[in-house]
T-cell receptor
Framework: KQEVTQIPAALSVPEGENLVLNCSFTDSAIYNLQWFRQDPGKGLTSLLLIQSSQREQTSGRLNASLDKSSGRSTLYIAASQPGDSATYLCAVKGETSGSRLTFGEGTQLTVNP | NAGVTQTPKFQVLKTGQSMTLQCAQDMNHNSMYWYRQDPGMGLRLIYYSASEGTTDKGEVPNGYNVSRLNKREFSLRLESAAPSQTSVYFC???????????FGPGTRLLVL
């Protein structure tokens, strides 16, 4: 059974810092991996989707990498801002899981002004 | 485009009552999903519909039923609510098998 772990569970940084969020998964037979952002009391917003054949994806100040063989992904946020404060979740789609995504529990990020 | 919409936003039920959570998407997506989110448990898939006319069980289907009314709408029904069903429920949709999944704003359900 696929398990997705995100460490740390919470992270607090000063504004302007570059930071890395980690996601690991136990079964490397994945189809793709997706990073989401969730603001308190809100739904999930998709940030980046990486297919298994890709090594990384970039959108603005965000860069997500994928090392399928080692079961790891990182989300890099450059020049963090208070508006980046949210919970960040990663989710994997397994090769044999059909339409299902397996989610991590998220990293709660606070960027202090 | 409104994206994925859910109604109601918040609901309080008594144990044993029934209710239906509504979800609609205007992106012409083929697949739709219902998740619940609980502290310490993360997001778990309840039911999904890979295409219009099909539905399948997810990880935690007990106590729920679904209907894919048409391509746009996917409803989740609780026939006899239990306190263990207190949760935040999210609907999501996706165009293709490998595509991005889009989420609605959620329904917060409290069962007393």
């Amino acid at each position: 059974k696929q398990e997705v772990t995100q460490i740390p569970a919470a992270l607090s940084v000063p504004e302007g810092e570059n930071l890395v969020l980690n996601c690991s998964f136990t079964d490397s037979a994945i189809y793709n991996l997706q990073w989401f952002r969730q603001d308190p009391g809100k739904g999930l917003t998709s940030l980046l989707l990486i297919q298994s054949s890709q090594r990384e994806q970039t959108s603005g100040r965000l860069n997500a990498s994928l090392d399928k063989s080692s079961g790891r992904s990182t989300l890099y946020i450059a020049a963090s801002q208070p508006g980046d404060s949210a919970t960040y979740l990663c989710a994997v789609k397994g090769e044999t899981s059909g339409s299902r995504l397996t989610f991590g529990e998220g990293t709660q990020l606070t960027v202090n002004p | 485009n409104a994206g994925v919409t859910q109604t109601p936003k918040f609901q309080v039920l008594k144990t044993g009552q029934s209710m239906t959570l509504q979800c609609a998407q205007d992106m012409n997506h083929n697949s739709m999903y219902w998740y619940r989110q609980d502290p310490g448990m993360g997001l778990r898939l309840i039911y999904y519909s890979a295409s219009e006319g099909t539905t399948d069980k997810g990880e935690v289907p007990n106590g729920y039923n679904v209907s894919r009314l048409n391509k746009r709408e996917f409803s989740l029904r609780l026939e006899s609510a239990a306190p263990s069903q207190t949760s935040v429920y999210f609907c999501a949709s996706r165009l293709t098998f490998s595509g991005t999944q889009y989420f609605g704003p959620g329904t917060r359900l409290l069962v007393l």
